[in-house]
């Protein structure tokens, strides 16, 4: 099952179904033409206006560096030119361990032009997370960044190779933007060690198969080590051109690409923006202030990300606001539960549509939200509708399987060509996470609201049964996050003196202010009924969280093991 649901959650509580819209939701619009294989998504571009600005990159003194269409597609073929003399080929697997750099782009491109897939690896990985994606991808090649942020990733690599039982692969050495190449070297970790180089006249990029595996992604690992999900190239081009056209991306717009690209929710953004032949606006570290002085000056017209990465953007507008009149959209995934706030933030301070989104490693981000014309609030749940009709969505009862009709809660299942193809290193993980017949396991809670739509509720593990209903701990959350000593609020369930469940909320008060433990169970109690008044709440400096590729999230799990802990003390 998927382990790191990105999803903008809704509110109501799960004692009743989630709120169904009262009329029927927008269809989207019908993608533009799907491109031929991978690098065409790219050289369709060239071909149309070689001159346009693809991707703007970070120099190393913060200044915005271009890059043409016609200059990446030239990148992407003397990359794979040097790719097929480095003996790379079909099925072969190439580590692309790169920050938001256009070189990304251009690894996938030229890796996919040789018939061989990529795995993205985040700058922040540990040696043994690496160890891990080594022996399951069993990469051929590392693309290593040079000297980016302090990290010492070539340490890490060098760690990596001896803890895991993979071959050592070979390194080519990627300086970045604006940035000089190193001798290569120092860089061989058993398996030779180069620099990319420019080739004057490269060979035509070959044309590739579109079946063939293309890119994997890392799942949140929060049961354990990732699973590596990986996806074919025609699933790929599929989403992009459907994510293009349903979000209303156009030509010459620029879409925020702060998000790292190892992870599905960058890689889906910068891939829609491209299909849609619009700018990627590349940060390769998230500083709030630089990231709001760009989309100021740049007229950044879409953002996609989590409400953890928009709070710090409304935190440092509200230190030093800019106008962004040309924001007009975010998709929102909930990992703080302050995403409705934020909503209201965006749309008085800027004129914003936000929708609330769906999506998954194994599912990729962008798989739904809703249209922009579905009223507020309920466009910020998550859910909505799937981005193209090949992507059927069912509810299914969790333990018989069996389908469930509109309006009833059950699992969230799925199938089409945005669903995970093949788990690098673990074959047994793909029959574990499909039914008998052919659907996909979420592992979330949701309603199907009519053919193609449906309302997310929660992870199935999150839901809480309190007296003998279900609630969903979003509701609990949003209530404490409303108060106004409240920074962040998270809600768990554990197993009471009887037990029964019982809520335990976590708090994290604002700066200056220090709410009390019986106030805020008296906040809830005026808004929620007295069953979701949570027994105890703990006023906390921090929340513990994890940084994955997709934003920082809550670890709901050592929340549990801290309420549990001073639950027995209190005992």
Request: negative net charge; charged residues 20%.
């Amino acid at each position: 099952m998927t382990d790191d649901v990105l999803s903008s959650r809704g509110g109501g509580g799960m004692t009743d179904a989630p709120a169904v819209p009262p009329h029927p939701v927008s269809a989207f619009p019908a993608p533009v033409e799907t491109p031929r294989d991978l690098p065409d998504l790219l050289g369709r571009l060239v071909r149309r206006d070689p001159e346009r600005i693809a991707v703007l990159d970070k120099g190393p003194d913060g200044a915005t560096i271009p890059v043409t269409r016609g200059e990446l597609w030239r990148r992407t073929a003397a990359l794979a030119e040097e790719l097929r003399t480095a003996g790379i080929g079909a099925g072969d697997c190439v580590a692309v361990w790169l920050p938001n750099w256009s070189d990304s782009l251009a690894w996938q491109f030229a890796v996919a032009a040789r018939g061989a897939h990529v795995i993205g690896v985040n700058t922040r990985y540990n040696v043994e997370e690496v160890a891990h994606v080594l022996d399951r991808a069993r990469p051929a090649l590392v693309a290593l960044a040079h000297d980016f942020h302090g990290l010492d990733l070539l340490g890490r690599l060098r760690d990596a190779v001896a803890k895991a039982a993979a071959p050592a692969p070979a390194v080519a050495v990627v300086a970045g933007p604006g940035r000089e190449a190193p001798d290569p070297a120092a860089f061989d970790v058993g398996g030779g060690s180069w620099v990319p180089g420019e080739i004057a006249d490269p060979p035509e990029v070959p044309v590739s198969d579109p079946d063939g595996l293309a890119v994997a992604f890392t799942t949140s690992g929060s049961t354990g080590m990732p699973k590596l999900a990986a996806h074919k190239a025609a699933g790929v081009l599929a989403h992009a051109a459907a994510d293009a056209a349903a979000i209303g991306m156009s030509d010459g717009e620029h879409v925020l690409c702060a998000l790292p690209l190892s992870g599905v929710f960058g890689y889906n953004t910068a891939m829609a923006a491209l299909a849609a032949g619009a700018t990627c606006v590349f940060h390769p570290a998230f500083d709030a202030d630089v990231v709001l002085d760009d989309m100021a000056a740049l007229g950044v017209t879409h953002v996609v990300g989590g409400d953890d990465l928009v709070l710090r953007l409304a935190e440092a507008w509200k230190a030093r606001p800019r106008d962004l009149p040309a924001w007009r959209w975010w998709g929102v995934a909930d990992f703080q539960g302050r995403s409705r706030e934020l909503a209201v933030w965006a749309r008085d301070a800027f004129g914003t549509s936000t929708s609330g989104v769906y999506g998954s490693s194994e599912l990729f981000a962008l798989t739904s939200f809703w249209p922009h014309d579905e009223p507020e609030p309920g466009r910020w749940a998550g859910g909505g509708r799937v981005v193209h009709p090949g992507i059927r969505v069912r509810v299914a009862d969790p333990v018989s399987e069996e389908p469930l009709p509109p309006g009833q809660e059950g699992e969230l299942q799925f199938r089409g060509p945005n669903v995970v193809d093949a788990y690098l290193g673990d074959d047994a993980a793909a029959a574990r996470a499909f039914t008998s017949d052919g659907w996909f396991h979420s592992g979330d809670l949701g309603t199907l609201v009519d053919d193609g739509v449906f309302a997310y509720v929660c992870r199935m593990g999150d839901a809480l049964r309190l007296r003998g209903f279900l609630v969903d701990p979003s509701e609990i959350e949003m209530r404490l996050a409303a108060h106004p000593g409240v920074h962040t609020a998270k809600v768990v369930g554990i197993a009471g003196a009887d037990g029964a469940t019982v809520a335990v909320g976590f708090v994290v008060p604002d700066e200056g202010r220090a709410p009390s433990a019986a106030e805020l169970r008296a906040w809830c109690a005026d808004g929620l009924a007295r069953f979701k008044v949570p027994d105890m709440i703990y006023v906390i400096d921090e929340m513990p969280t994890t940084s994955g590729t997709n934003g920082r999230k809550i670890r709901a799990a050592t929340l549990r093991e801290w309420a549990t802990t001073r639950s027995e003390n209190h005992a």
